[in-house]
């Protein structure tokens, strides 16, 4: 089956930092994402890790560990207008060309003064 | 602006009714993915096609259909609309059958 965990709801503060988790329990498992979606507009893509470790995009980063099943994304100097919901996702790969992305249900932020 | 485009933006029809959503991928793209976002459900995968030919499958209702063209636009086809339909649907558009999807703006369709 195909689960994936995150928590529904964070607030933080302006200038703050904010670890927003995630686990999974997936098959055939091939990377995961992270992407930011403001209220009714689409998914912007954030970050992509396929091996354990951190990576770090600006204000961003994503830890993946693959044996646990648990992925974070980081964010640092919080702003208002990070304040939109965190998708996390993650691929079932099985090769040529298969790529089918299951989400979690998001984690909606918000940033306040 | 992400490249990928989808028309028409909101749709408004009756249950029983049928519906066709396009979705132009961006230039140089060879897959197109579809999904459903209702508010209960959060963002549910529910098709791949790769160069005009069908790699993936989610919970894809019978109802529903797709395709993809020669030129790689794509369209979803849904049909005998039930009030349980309404939702975005996005499309997305990838390189080859693994880089990072790239979202269109969406289609919201609203069946009453």
């Known amino acids: 089956g195909q689960n994936i965990d995150q928590p529904t709801e964070m607030t933080a503060t302006e200038g703050a930092i904010v670890q927003i988790n995630c686990t999974y329990q997936t098959s055939g498992f091939n990377g995961l994402f992270w992407y930011q979606q403001h209220a009714g507009e689409a998914p912007t893509f954030l970050s992509y890790?396929?091996?354990?470790g951190l990576e770090e995009k600006g204000r961003f980063s994503s830890f993946l560990s693959r044996s646990k099943g648990y992925s974070y994304l980081l964010l640092k100097e919080l702003q208002m207008k990070d304040s939109a919901s965190y998708l996390c996702a993650v691929r079932e790969g099985y090769g040529g060309g298969y790529n089918k992305l299951i989400f979690g249900a998001g984690t909606r932020l918000a940033v306040h003064p | 602006d992400s490249g990928v485009t989808q028309t028409p933006k909101h749709l408004i029809t009756a249950t029983g009714q049928r519906v066709t959503l396009r979705c132009s991928p961006r230039?140089?793209?060879?897959?197109v993915y579809w999904y459903q976002q209702s508010l209960d459900q959060g963002l549910q995968f529910l098709i791949q096609?790769?160069?005009?030919?069908?790699?993936a499958k989610g919970n894809i209702l019978e109802r529903f259909s797709a395709q993809q063209f020669p030129d790689l636009h794509s369209e979803l086809n849904l049909s005998s609309l039930e009030l349980g339909d309404s939702a975005l649907y996005f499309c997305?558009?990838?390189?080859?059958?693994?880089?990072?999807?790239?979202f269109g703006p969406g289609t919201r369709l609203t069946v009453l």
């Open positions: 096609y790769y160069n005009g030919e069908e790699r």
């Open positions: 890790n396929v091996l354990d």
């Open positions: 997305a558009s990838s390189e080859r059958g693994h880089n990072e999807q790239f």
């Open positions: 230039s140089g793209d060879l897959s």
